[in-house]
Antibody
Framework: EVRLVESGGGLVQRGGSLRLSCAAS????????MSWVRQAPGKGLEWVAN????????YYVDSVKGRFTISRDDDKNSLYLQMNSLRAEDTAVYYC?????????????WGQGTLVTVSS | QSALTQPASVSGSPGQSITISCTGT?????????VSWYQHHPGKVPKLMIY???NRPSGVSNRFSGSKSGNTASLTISGLQAEDETDYYC??????????FGTGTKVTVL
């Protein structure tokens, strides 16, 4: 079974930085693109970024370009999201997902994502 | 990268069928057969219900079906059950190698 466990969230001041991690298991991590998706309080789902299986291509939603960096470590089966210059509107639950370049797979239903709260 | 347009809410009685629409553009929904639908219960991760417009992953009830016409995709839930009451989101892969989600629809079982 696909297992994705996010961590690294927390409370950070506006303008601060945070690094999210996603530990993957149950599938050949190095052969898949990976994505980050977030949901702000009371809002809908928003795709944030994705990364190619070899890390050679990365794409971002306009609102985080220049501030967030997605990366991966295939030796550790891990995905990361470095978030800098954080804004109040970045407050959200962040989920990682296996990216098939057609649809996203978020892993087992008991996953919870990781909450990032940016205080002003 | 504008969100796909979904109705804010749809409701139906148990046993009835409901349909949720998802309208995009020729750069996303209309340009690819890569529309997917997710069921999202608060506090849980989104669950894939439909992929590639009309395919169901293993384990998803056949009461859920998807279709597409032009720039609009649709999710139909037949034989509505109380457990179907939650939020649903469409998504499309785009010409920019990114994804765009819909605005979300709250399904209420009357």
């Amino acid at each position: 079974e696909v297992r994705l466990v996010e961590s690294g969230g927390g409370l950070v001041q506006r303008g601060g930085s945070l690094r999210l991690s996603c530990a993957a298991s149950g599938f050949p991590f190095s052969t898949y693109w990976m994505s980050w998706v977030r949901q702000a309080p009371g809002k809908g789902l928003e795709w944030v970024a994705n990364i190619k299986l070899d890390g050679s291509e990365k794409y971002y939603v306009d609102s985080v370009k220049g501030r967030f960096t997605i990366s991966r470590d295939d030796d550790k089966n891990s995905l990361y999201l470095q978030m800098n210059s954080l804004r109040a509107e970045d407050t959200a639950v962040y989920y990682c997902a296996r990216d098939t370049r057609r649809f996203l797979w978020f892993g087992e239903p008991w996953g919870q994502g990781t909450l990032v709260t940016v205080s002003s | 990268q504008s969100a796909l347009t979904q109705p804010a809410s749809v409701s139906g009685s148990p046993g009835q069928s409901i349909t949720i629409s998802c309208t995009g553009t020729s750069s996303d929904v209309g340009g690819y057969n890569y529309v997917s639908w997710y069921q999202h219960h608060p506090g849980k991760v989104p669950k894939l219900m439909i992929y590639d417009v009309s395919n169901r992953p293993s384990g998803v009830s056949n009461r859920f079906s998807g279709s597409k016409s032009g720039n609009t995709a649709s999710l139909t839930i037949s034989g509505l059950q109380a457990e179907d009451e939650t939020d649903y989101y469409c998504s499309s892969y785009t010409s920019s190698s990114t994804y765009v989600f819909g605005t979300g629809t709250k399904v209420t079982v009357l």
